[in-house]
């Protein structure tokens, strides 16, 4: 073989190997892929769909998500959750997803033995008292640190509503 040709297939190897080593590479998990595999987050998981909101919290963020839970939902008044998932009501939606959402990856040591209120993705802001634990509003974190790929999650036991 002349040179030439050693060339071209060792540049052709390199190729493959990057190209191979990329697909390869597992990806690791976004705030929507770990809500997603959780069957108890299966009506926020459905809500942000609804509101058209997957793709941007599949970006590349940092978001800190209060997560919650399908109990937390269901603890609405009753047929609240249907109203806000109605085509109609995509903006209500969207204002009340958005108001979990806090720009930047704030974990639970940014925020023990603090209060303070948090600007939200929506516009208004939280109060987060982690004195004793970490409460946000009303709402108490149950599970915290979640590490997702472009932030983190925080599961919470009742759903925000902004003002």
């Known amino acids: ?17 990057l190209l191979s080593a990329c697909v390869a590479t597992p990806k690791e998990p976004d705030i ?14 459905a809500a942000v769909s609804a509101a058209g909101l997957v793709d941007t919290l599949k970006g590349d963020g940092p978001f800190t998500v209060f997560a919650p839970t399908n109990a937390a939902f269901a603890a609405l ?5 249907e109203n806000l998932l109605k085509p109609e009501n995509k903006d209500q939606l969207i204002k009340v997803l958005t108001y979990h959402v806090v720009p930047g990856a704030v974990t639970s040591d940014h925020l023990a033995g603090k209060r303070m209120d948090v600007a939200t993705v929506q516009g208004q802001t939280v109060h987060i008292d982690g004195r004793n634990g970490v409460k946000v509003n009303k709402s108490r974190v149950t599970t915290a640190d979640i590490m997702a790929s472009n932030g983190v999650i925080h599961v919470i036991d009742k759903v925000l509503l902004p003002k």
């Open 32 to 45: 929507v892929d770990i809500a997603s595999s959780n069957e108890d987050f299966s009506t926020l998981v």
């Open 1 to 17: 073989m002349n040179r030439r040709t050693i060339l071209r297939l060792a540049g052709a190897v390199s190729v493959a190997a």
């Open 77 to 81: 008044p009753k047929g609240t959750v």
